[in-house]
């Protein structure tokens, strides 16, 4: 199975956290913001600014560099 980074989605895709490839600090953050493996994400906005997806039914605002380190997988 392939994963593309969540920064490649398109607003109202829907996808699964497979892995994060960032530094320690930066993906003990965004487990602690409950992305964690197979966390279900919907892309609410990905144009310019931050990506802001949907998460357990909440709003979340990542940066682009997050979201760049941020590996899903579509459904």
């Not at 039914?57 to 380190?69: C, M, P, Q, S, Y």
């Amino acid at each position: 199975m392939s994963y593309l980074p969540l920064i490649n989605l398109r607003t109202g895709e829907h996808a699964k956290v497979a892995h994060i490839a960032a530094g320690r600090a930066a993906t003990k953050r965004l487990y602690e913001m409950g992305f964690n493996t197979g966390a279900e994400v919907v892309v609410i906005k990905n144009d310019t600014g931050p990506v802001i997806v949907g998460l357990f039914g909440h709003k979340v605002a990542l940066g682009r560099g997050l979201a760049e380190k941020m590996l899903v997988s579509k459904k």
